[in-house]
């Protein structure tokens, strides 16, 4: 491995967080924790309730349990250190720590973007296919599809920390945002990066841009079909549906490609942390509301759920 000099070692990187004026810390902190724990419950129960709920076995809802767990997991490996921080005056955390929080950070988030990929061909297949749609979505093709998304995610992510753990840090170790991330600490190294930033608009953007234009691809073959419904009614409720769905996805991809998909040379620190916290606060929240408890099958579930009733596989 390259070597990592004596700084880069033994000193600690200093998260500097959302904000560095003390009267916003507070109001930062109340917003966040209430973001937080929203989305923790949001998609604690999405998953709890579909695996209780012998209702919620199709294809769409093993995928959305998968989501909801991987979003539970994302913004665990940030928010709670960002919250600790904002209270806290010792904002230090380790280059292992820092790797570590990258690792699973960039493991988790490739995790959403196929999983979402994995939602919109669900979709597609039953509203262009529904005659074929219970072989296109079988048990072993949804198994395979959301192996195949962990198991990408965490060889996307290896293959970056491995090259991040070769950099040397001998200037600052101040970091310009909230949690340890490939932007920021990029343009802390003194080391050639430019390998790096080479894995980023090649592998990353088959990780991140693929998914995205697959959904897109889905969704307007979705609303094709969408249009030529008899039922007025029917075409309004299932375009106000793909609505809200891409309007999240557009905003979780979105503020992503605009995050790392750029030279670190022209990174902002400030912008970089608002659209940061879409993707890592906001859209993990808002997944449970969009993609699940707008549905009646899963309201009946989550009131099954904390009545202790028991429903039938056949309730729809």
Known sequence: ?????????????????????????????????????????????????????????APMYFLLAHLSFADLCFTSVTVPKMLANLLSYDHSISLAGCLTQMYFFFALGVTDSCLLAAMAYDRYVAIRHPLHYA????????????????LVSHIHSLLHILLMARLSFCASHQVPHFFCDHQPLLRLSCSDTRHIQLLIFTEGAAVVVTPF???????GAIAAAVLRLPSASGRIRAVSTCGSHLA????????????????????????????????????????????SLRNRDVQGALRALFTGQRISAGVS
Do not use: D
């Open 1 to 57: 491995m390259g070597a990592v000099n004596e700084s880069s070692e033994g000193a600690p990187f200093i998260l500097q967080g959302l904000t560095t004026s003390p009267g916003q810390r507070w109001p930062f902190f109340v917003l966040f924790l209430f973001l937080y724990v929203a989305g923790i419950l949001g998609n604690g129960l999405i998953v709890a309730a579909i695996r209780a709920s012998p209702a919620l076995h």
């Open 135 to 150: 072989t296109r979505m079988s048990r072993a093709v949804c198994m395979a599809l959301v192996g195949t998304a962990w």
């Open 248 to 291: 999240v996805v557009g905003l979780f991809y979105g503020t992503v490609i605009a995050v790392y998909f750029r030279p670190t040379s022209r990174y902002k620190a400030e912008r970089g942390r608002v659209a940061t916290v879409m993707y890592t606060i906001v859209t993990p929240m808002l997944n449970p509301v969009i993609y």
């Open 213 to 219: 234009l697959l959904i897109l691809a889905s969704y």
